[in-house]
Nanobody, 119 residues
Framework: QVQLVESGGGLVQPVGSLRLSCTASGSVFRINAMGWYRQAPGKQRELVARITSGGSTNYADSVKGRFTISRDNAKNTVYLQMNSLKPEDTAVYYC?????????????WGQGTQVTVSS
């Protein structure tokens, strides 16, 4: 099992910045990729950014150039630096970890942290 604890959400004005952190514990040796998803009211959960254990990253088109995901393997922590925030970035942000399981993958989720972008 893998446990994920997020921190860093809050209220920020448009064009401001926030940094989210997510620390994994438990069977962290099993983790391949970690990432951030978000879910706004009335919308489906969507991928924001993802980083593999080797450091490869991918981003949603809507956040490219504004958000940066990074990973500190020694601390079992993944970060999401969010700059130039927009009201449409308002959502609950969830940390995710992927681990191999049988012939597929197993996903673990954090409890979510609210990010609100508003003046």
């Amino acid at each position: 099992q893998v446990q994920l604890v997020e921190s860093g959400g809050g209220l920020v004005q448009p064009v401001g910045s926030l940094r989210l952190s997510c620390t994994a514990s438990g069977s962290v040796f099993r983790i391949n990729a970690m990432g951030w998803y978000r879910q706004a009211p009335g919308k489906q959960r969507e991928l924001v950014a993802r980083i593999t254990s080797g450091g490869s990253t991918n981003y949603a088109d809507s956040v490219k150039g504004r958000f940066t995901i990074s990973r500190d393997n020694a601390k079992n922590t993944v970060y999401l630096q969010m700059n130039s925030l927009k009201p449409e970035d308002t959502a609950v942000y969830y940390c995710n970890a992927e681990a191999p399981y049988g012939s597929g993958w197993e996903n673990y989720w954090g409890q979510g942290t609210q990010v609100t972008v508003s003046s």
